[in-house]
């Protein structure tokens, strides 16, 4: 290796073990806000004719870390991932030092093995064993495009021409609820059926899908003779962290024959706890599945899969071309990927998830879950035992939505508690101390929403950033 290359790695393995030490560091901000306009100042983003040498580029890696948002300090709980898993992160740094795309057995042997045995133990957690039907599934770059997958699978079993012939008309309606991920829009969007015929369904006061309200939606669209084809439940809504009663959905899908998926980008992971699993009762009746590991269980962005009842249904929505130069008929051709792929190069996503389960063990990511749940109740009774914070709404799960009540609620004058709110949250970030991000609801309420899914938070955390908000002069 050249000198130079052999320097920078000792620098940068020192840089690293900093890097990390800082987040557990009280005093190391979550982010060192800086205005866009004048980030871009600060820092020289311009490419030039001439290049610059390792030296400087050991600089852009520092300059780069320093204004990053550390995500895996505990005191950021703003989105759903976070944390940091090191055998995980050694996983991402092999799939780099390799670089190859997982389309073929031939140019990503280990990693085809890999990712199949990870899909099928989230399978078996699924409850879907060979039988009937042989269940399969794919990683993808994210859950959103795994929704889309889903709802792929399900247009071409209900329209098998549409593949060919694209669709025949713009009549087939499916199903969420009001709560659900933006993403279905999204996908309607690409699949050609259109965002008016993705209906929302009611969900309770808990952020829950109605199932009357489903059989009713049902009924109403099939009396405009529409085609409903789709149902999508949420196993962990992304504000409230809700979780759909499955059982009376899938009844619904069945007597309908709708496909029947799972949007479990969030939840899903709650499949490893014995404890908490009840959560998703009845989802092995799905036909679809939707997983984000990079979520609950701590692994580097992203992680995502889509996963089926039925495998032949992703290849047939999946698989075309490429025969000529890519896929070649060998002893090894079952173990490509490719064909279930609606990618051609297709990073490999499998190894981090690979290493840190090897290393956490079933024991180790039951235990993980079970943490986050439990942090998450310690939060809950703080907020419920003090009087000027207020629970949205009885968190289901690691979602902990509150807001804030003010210190000396008449002051004399109207007080507006969602400006109230959102300035406190402005203050928190600009400070860099926490970053909790907020949410609005239907009736215009703005609040904050806690996750609780990163290991290093200990109570001592919690009671900062309750004291903290508290404090805070606005
Ligand atoms: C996060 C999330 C998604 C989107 O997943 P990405 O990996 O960010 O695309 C979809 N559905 C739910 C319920 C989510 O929480």
Redo the contacts with the bound molecule.
Sequence with gaps: MKKDMEQFLHKFIEKIGSYLEGNSLETTPVVEYVKATELEEKIDLSLELKGKSLDDIFSMVEEYLHYSVRTSHPNFANQ?YMGFNFPAFVGEMVVALTNTSMATFEIAPLANLIENKIINKMNGLIGWYAQDDTPGGIMVP??????MVAMLMARNKICPTAKQEGMPHNKFVLFVSDR??Y?FDKGVNILGIGTKNCITVASDKHGRMIPEALAEAIVEAKAKKLIPFFVAA?S???VHGAFDPLNPIAKICKKNNLWFHI?G???GSVLLSKKHRNLLDGCHQADSF?W?A??MMGVPF?A?MILCKNKKNLCEASAGGGESYIFHNTENDQFDSGPNSLQCGRRVDCLKIWFAWKHLGDEGYEKLINDHFDRAIILTKMIQDNSRLELICEPQSLNICFRVLPNDPTGGKEFDLNSYNLALREKLVAEGKFLVNYSTDDDGTIFFRYISSNPMVTKDYLDKFIKTLLEMEI
């Excluded at 994210?142 to 929704?147: D, K, L, M, T």
């Design positions: 759903l994210g859950g959103s495009y795994a929704n659900s991920h993403s949420t962990g809504t992304t949007d980008a969030w939840g939707t984000d990079h979520k992203h995502s």
